[in-house]
């Protein structure tokens, strides 16, 4: 009788057809109570739900986790539960997994002064990215209304690591970003921002940034598989 009320569509990630429920863009955990009334949902299958719930949760401990977004209301809000699920008897060994990542290094003020020993955290960055990607998945079957075809791919740039691209490539995500951040954004809440546009060269191509409490994280694109390694400039060319 229970399944004969759930709902029955496409999920958005695998594509698969079958029972499905809401998936939470972004991840729900980012939001304290009360969370905003305009949060964005998309169909997904149960496989896709479960499975992705580890990366959401490491996605958060990431974001909250770290110097540069202290002072956010909603992240400072949001801090403490993340504290607790690191706690949990039910997760002793992903705790475990993330204490062992965290390694002593001396701390600097933003003008150089010296200010103790912490410790820093290593991430793994193929996680962050994952969820990312399933972001910009979702996202484009929000804002168009159906799901990126099979032969196409999401390619992610955290934008920590924009200094470690080729300085061609750098440059032009920051001709992107600077395009991107001349349309209005779309926000849910004071946690999530985001803004995206259409590629001229494609109409599954597109281009992505994301803003997590306050700070610019992630630069996003939609292109075909056999192009995922291209960023295409074509704001330069409009």
Same mark, same amino acid.
């Given at each position: 009788?229970?399944?004969?009320?759930?709902?029955?569509?496409?999920?958005?990630?695998? !594509?698969?057809?079958?029972? *499905?429920?809401?998936?939470? &863009?972004?991840?729900?955990?980012?939001? #304290?109570?009360?969370?905003?009334?305009?949060? +964005?949902?998309?169909?997904?299958?149960?496989?896709?739900?479960?499975?992705?719930?580890? =990366?959401?949760?490491?996605?958060?401990?990431? &974001? $909250?986790?770290?110097?540069?977004?202290?002072?956010?209301?909603?992240? =400072?809000? $949001?801090?403490?539960?993340?504290?607790?699920? /690191?706690?949990?008897?039910?997760?002793? !060994?992903?705790?475990?997994?993330?204490?062992?990542? /965290?390694? %002593?290094?001396?701390?600097?003020?933003?003008?150089? *002064?010296?200010?103790?020993?912490? /410790?820093?955290?290593?991430?793994?960055?193929?996680?962050?990215?994952?969820?990312?990607?399933? +972001?910009?998945?979702? /996202?484009?079957?929000?804002?168009?209304?159906?799901?990126? %075809?099979?032969?196409?791919? $999401?390619?992610?740039?955290?934008?920590?690591?924009?200094?470690?691209? =080729?300085?061609?490539?750098?440059?032009?995500?920051?001709?992107?970003?600077?395009?991107?951040?001349?349309? #209005?954004?779309?926000? +849910?809440?004071?946690?999530?921002?985001?803004?995206?546009?259409?590629?001229?060269?494609?109409?599954?191509?597109?281009?992505?940034?994301?803003?997590?409490?306050?700070?610019?994280?992630?630069?996003?694109?939609?292109? %075909?598989? =056999?192009?995922?390694?291209? +960023?295409?400039?074509?704001?330069?060319?409009?």
């Amino acid at each position: 009788m229970a399944n004969r009320k759930r709902k029955i569509g496409q999920c958005v990630h695998c !594509g698969r057809t079958g029972f *499905i429920s809401d998936d939470h &863009l972004p991840p729900q955990n980012l939001f #304290p109570p009360p969370r905003p009334n305009n949060l +964005i949902t998309i169909p997904n299958c149960d496989e896709c739900n479960g499975g992705s719930s580890k =990366d959401d949760e490491y996605f958060r401990i990431w &974001l $909250v986790s770290r110097e540069n977004t202290k002072g956010h209301p909603a992240r =400072d809000a $949001v801090f403490p539960t993340m504290q607790r699920s /690191l706690r949990r008897k039910a997760a002793p !060994g992903f705790a475990k997994a993330f204490r062992r990542k /965290l390694t %002593p290094t001396e701390r600097f003020t933003s003008s150089g *002064i010296y200010a103790g020993t912490g /410790l820093l955290q290593e991430f793994e960055g193929h996680r962050i990215d994952k969820v990312a990607a399933r +972001i910009t998945q979702g /996202l484009f079957f929000h804002e168009k209304g159906y799901r990126l %075809p099979d032969d196409h791919v $999401v390619r992610t740039f955290c934008l920590f690591r924009i200094d470690h691209l =080729d300085p061609e490539l750098s440059q032009s995500v920051t001709d992107f970003i600077a395009a991107l951040l001349a349309s #209005p954004p779309r926000s +849910i809440g004071t946690v999530f921002r985001y803004w995206w546009l259409q590629s001229p060269n494609g109409p599954h191509n597109s281009v992505w940034l994301f803003e997590f409490y306050a700070r610019l994280e992630y630069f996003c694109t939609t292109a %075909p598989t =056999d192009l995922s390694d291209v +960023i295409m400039p074509w704001p330069n060319n409009q």
